[in-house]
């Protein structure tokens, strides 16, 4: 099987209703793991397939109609009326503070600067802060009245947030020319 159309088309049918690791795809198609490694990544740009943990791959859900359909891969380019890869989440500040806030519920902007801060990250203090108040403001935080003290002299403390909402593990998106959060795990969008 040296055409790649041929070979996406198999790792399409090999996964199927599961999620499967490039080594059992292989098996499965009888195929090297390059010419795996090649097709599942030309099928995750097309959108029929999705990496849903380390080292498992599955089937969107236009890969799941595809592979119904018992449709053939052709060859050719991405076009831009396919749905764009999706793009990885978990490397951002505001990401790794959206999976502290999961985990604590209830927290202040430094609680989470010292979960989720790295050292090549500029300015996480209020970069935290900024997203805390927008979240806030769109519903996914309530802030609560009282202050968490400070060592600081002449300080008020530090807001307390307590999440109300956490719909999933993709962080929300601050859209600024239309001054909204976008839930990219709900499509929901809320005006700031």
């Known amino acids: 099987m040296t055409n790649i159309a041929q070979i996406q088309s198999a790792v399409l049918r090999a996964i199927g209703a599961s999620c499967l690791t490039t080594a059992e795809i292989a098996v499965a198609t009888e195929l090297k793991g390059p010419q795996v490694w090649a097709a599942t990544g030309k099928l995750i740009a097309r959108g029929y397939v999705e990496r849903r943990e380390?080292?498992?791959?599955?089937?969107?859900?236009?890969?799941?109609?595809?592979?119904?359909?018992?449709?053939?891969?052709?060859?050719?380019?991405?076009?831009?009326?396919?749905?764009?890869?999706?793009?990885?989440?978990?490397?951002?500040?505001?990401?790794?503070?959206?999976?502290a806030m999961a985990v604590t519920r209830v927290f202040t902007v430094p609680d989470l600067v010292t979960a989720a801060a790295r050292d090549h990250d500029k300015l996480?203090?209020?970069?935290?802060?900024?997203?805390?108040?927008?979240?806030?403001?769109?519903?996914?935080?309530?802030?609560?009245?009282?202050?968490?003290?400070?060592?600081?002299?002449?300080?008020?403390?530090?807001?307390?947030?307590?999440?109300?909402?956490?719909?999933?593990?993709?962080?929300?998106?601050?859209?600024?020319?239309?001054k909204s959060v976008l839930d990219r795990n709900t499509g929901e969008e809320f005006p700031v």
């Open 54 to 99: 380390i080292g498992c791959f599955a089937l969107t859900s236009d890969g799941q109609d595809a592979h119904a359909l018992g449709a053939d891969i052709g060859l050719g380019p991405v076009t831009r009326t396919q749905r764009p890869r999706r793009r990885a989440f978990g490397h951002t500040l505001r990401q790794r503070a959206w999976n």
């Open 124 to 178: 996480p203090d209020d970069n935290i802060r900024r997203f805390c108040s927008r979240l806030a403001k769109a519903g996914y935080l309530r802030v609560k009245p009282s202050r968490r003290p400070d060592h600081r002299p002449n300080s008020n403390g530090h807001k307390i947030f307590e999440v109300i909402k956490h719909t999933g593990p993709i962080a929300p998106t601050y859209l600024s020319a239309r």
